[in-house]
């Protein structure tokens, strides 16, 4: 970390610590009950910022951001950190804060915020969780429209969604249906150097253009003290995308041609699930989960080169079929007899599979003919079983939750695989947490995680951008690590917190570029490396500074890493790793006159690939967006942003070597600067 980037950070902690300690003398009606690990928050306590939907409530939770998970293969390990009436939803395809976005704010009657001692709850080894607390009112609908248009190019793209949730009988039921049109238009300026000297320009334009439509549905059933919920959710989207560059050879500018690309997508995608949750004997609670989810996609791209006065070309074009799937079962059994004590007890198994068929046709003599394509065409499967032992245990100002797993799993392969290969992981993990008062909590953790492998790094796809073939691996391990995490929080007046996490992973066999030979590379495992650094962030009350119900929420990383780089054999933090990251939002609600507005900004430092014959350089600017909403009228929200106001540019610098970097000389390199547009979007949101 560099003089200012630590100068930086330091400021950040300073300025969350200092503020919060003023803001604690402020005063903002209702307050929040606390206990020593739960912040409880009235429905009341968001009057303030006059939401319309459960999600706009949990976002102002302060000192949290709504997870989605991680998307990883499973359903234990893949859990958000929200949870509704003390359970978490049954379902992956549906992102929590999809569901949240579906729920009327008038049916929340209040949100815990549970730190640290999350053991109790179905959290997936969450830290912070929040609990959001239903009514069981009647018939409630919620719906939004939104309409977007990019200032530089295309048409206004319209989204709207509507959802209903009612009650009959026993059963709470609801169901949405949405649909959505994008539009993201980008300019790319781009020069290519030979030798060190420009040799080429390149004037670009890309689109893209997607139409989404999407239905749920989901039920709760209760008879007895047993719960059964049902989820179901169906997903198609279609889009298009298309690349026009214009090149100028600066030695022979009078040669221009143009280099077109362009890719048609089509996905489906559906998900089945549900849950039983009984009561097996006093003390003895049960959970049964079952889901089944598909993704069939059909993409197509194609490259086509125009030169005056020859006529087109079509030079290459690829078809790729890909069927994911995952299938999961699931058995959850707690006991709390022992007084301050709930264990836990979870097995888990999954079958996962992932069909790819690749075709690659090849420009001949004007004549397209297919190219073999190592890995092309694969079926990769994963069974896998992992159980586990938990035990919360409450010491008074203390809790100690400690826990012990397994996973073994068989990966085999058909068409041009390997032998099957075969897993086993022990999962042990101790967190103990510190909580004298509602005011502050410590946290210290250790725990053995294993990474989730990509089956997409199984098998081969194109890459006509880079003029690639990007190869799979059937070889590849799951990456491990031992992760190590100490936090303290603070929490000042009804609003104010300060987080400082420092944490540091131990990795074994790290996943990345693997060169095979001097020419290819293809996913694999470089071999052992560490990873560690320090988060901080906190939400800041304004009052005290002058500016009635405003708020500022930051958030600060900084990272390092260290690990033995495959082609030089030098020391190199991970490939794609940002140094740091800084994230931050003003926002001031105009309570009575029923307005609001605010400021959105982020940055991140730039991350560098690693590959065999190349160095990948993506440096991000600054992004800003402005908003203004009101609910003042017609009894509905109403909010007109204005996102990217510094048209940020994503620059990337690719250096192409010829043969290995480190020992071989730059045979190109390409500099872009990629700049999206400001864009304006206008939402209308309400419930009823």
């Known amino acids: 970390m560099n003089f200012l980037h630590s100068h930086c950070l330091a400021f950040i902690v300073l300025l969350l610590l200092k503020s919060a300690a003023i803001s604690a003398q402020s005063t903002n009606p209702p307050e929040p009950e606390a206990s020593d690990d739960t912040v409880r928050y009235p429905a009341a306590f968001f009057s303030t910022y006059q939401p319309i939907s459960a999600r706009d409530m949990v976002r102002q939770v302060p000192g949290f951001q709504i997870s989605n998970g991680d998307g990883s293969r499973g359903f234990g390990g893949a859990a958000g950190n929200v949870l509704i009436n003390g359970e978490r939803p049954s379902s992956k395809q549906d992102p929590v804060s999809a569901i ?24 997936g080894g969450q830290s912070v969780i929040v609990n959001v607390i239903l009514d069981t009112a009647g018939r409630s609908w919620n719906w939004d429209a939104t309409l977007e248009q990019d200032l530089d190019s295309g048409s206004p793209t319209p989204s709207a969604s509507v959802s209903l949730i009612d009650r009959a009988g026993r059963t709470s039921w609801g169901a949405g249906i949405s649909a959505r049109k994008s539009f993201f238009g980008n300019t790319i300026e781009e020069r290519l150097f030979v030798q060190g000297l420009p040799a080429e320009d390149r004037d670009e334009f890309e689109r893209t253009r997607r139409h989404t439509v999407q239905l749920n549905a989901n039920s709760a059933t209760t008879f007895g003290g047993t719960t059964l919920r049902l989820n179901a959710e169906v997903q198609y989207q279609e889009s298009d995308f298309l690349e026009r560059s214009r090149r100028t050879p600066l030695a022979m500018p009078e040669d221009v041609f143009n280099l077109n690309r362009a890719s048609d997508d089509g996905e489906l995608e559906f998900e089945i699930g549900g849950d039983l949750e009984w009561s097996l004997a006093p003390a003895w609670d049960a959970k049964v989960i079952g889901l089944h989810r598909s993704e069939i996609e059909d993409d197509e791209n194609r490259e086509l080169l125009i030169a005056d006065p020859l006529p087109e070309n079509l030079r290459r074009k690829s078809i790729r079929d890909t069927t994911e799937s995952e299938s999961i079962g699931r058995f959850e059994l707690d006991w709390s007899a022992l007084e301050q004590h709930l264990l836990e007890f979870d097995i888990e198994t999954a079958l996962n599979s992932l069909d790819n068929a690749l075709v690659l046709l090849v420009d001949d003599d004007g004549e397209l003919i297919p190219v073999d394509v190592p890995g092309a065409n694969n079926r990769v499967e994963e069974l896998r079983g992992d159980v586990q032992l938990r035990d919360t245990w409450q010491l008074g100002d203390f809790s100690l939750e400690s826990a012990l797993g397994a996973e073994a799993s068989r990966i085999s392969q058909s068409g041009e695989g ?7 992981f022990i999962k042990p993990s101790l967190t103990l947490i510190h909580a004298p008062d509602s005011s502050q909590l410590n946290r210290i953790s250790l725990a053995r995680e294993i990474a989730q492998l990509n089956f997409g790094d199984f098998v081969s796809s194109t890459n006509f ?27 000042f007046g009804e609003v104010g917190v300060a ?15 693997l060169p095979i030979g001097d020419r290819f590379e293809v996913p694999g495992n470089i071999g052992d490396g560490r990873r560690w650094g320090l988060e901080a962030e906190g939400t800041i009350p304004l009052d005290a500074f002058g500016m009635k119900q405003a708020r500022v ?15 030089t054999g030098a020391d190199r933090r991970f490939s794609g790793q940002r140094s740091y990251a800084l994230e931050g939002e003003l926002r001031q609600d105009l309570v009575d006159i029923g307005w609001a507005w605010g400021i959105e900004s982020d940055y991140v ?19 800003v967006e402005a908003f203004i909403e009101t609910t003042r009228y017609f009894g509905v929200k109403m909010q007109l942003t204005i996102q990217n106001l510094l048209n940020r540019e994503f620059l990337r610098d690719r250096t192409v070597f010829d043969g290995p970097r480190g020992s071989s000389p730059v045979q190109f390199r390409e500099v872009r600067d990629l700049r999206r547009g400001r864009s304006v979007r206008l939402s209308v949101s309400g419930a009823f």
Request: glycine share 4%; hydrophobic share 35%; no cysteine.
């Open 465 to 491: 951008s880079d003029d690639d073939i990007d190869r799979g691996n059937p070889d590849l391990k799951p990456q491990q690590t031992w992760a190590a995490e100490v936090s303290t929080e603070r929490r």
């Open 605 to 623: 430092d730039r991350a560098v690939r690693f590959e065999l014959d190349e160095l990948d350089i993506d440096d991000r600017g600054v992004d």
């Open 499 to 513: 987080k400082l996490t420092a944490f540091h992973d131990w990795v074994t066999d790290v996943q990345d570029l």
């Open 100 to 123: 949240l976005e579906r729920i009327p704010a008038a049916r929340v009657e209040r949100i815990d915020l549970i730190r640290g001692n999350t053991g109790r709850y179905d959290a």
């Open 418 to 424: 390997t032998p099957d290969q075969d897993f086993f």
């Open 553 to 567: 929420d930051l958030e600060a990383r900084w990272a390092d890493s260290s690990v033995t780089d495959p082609v």
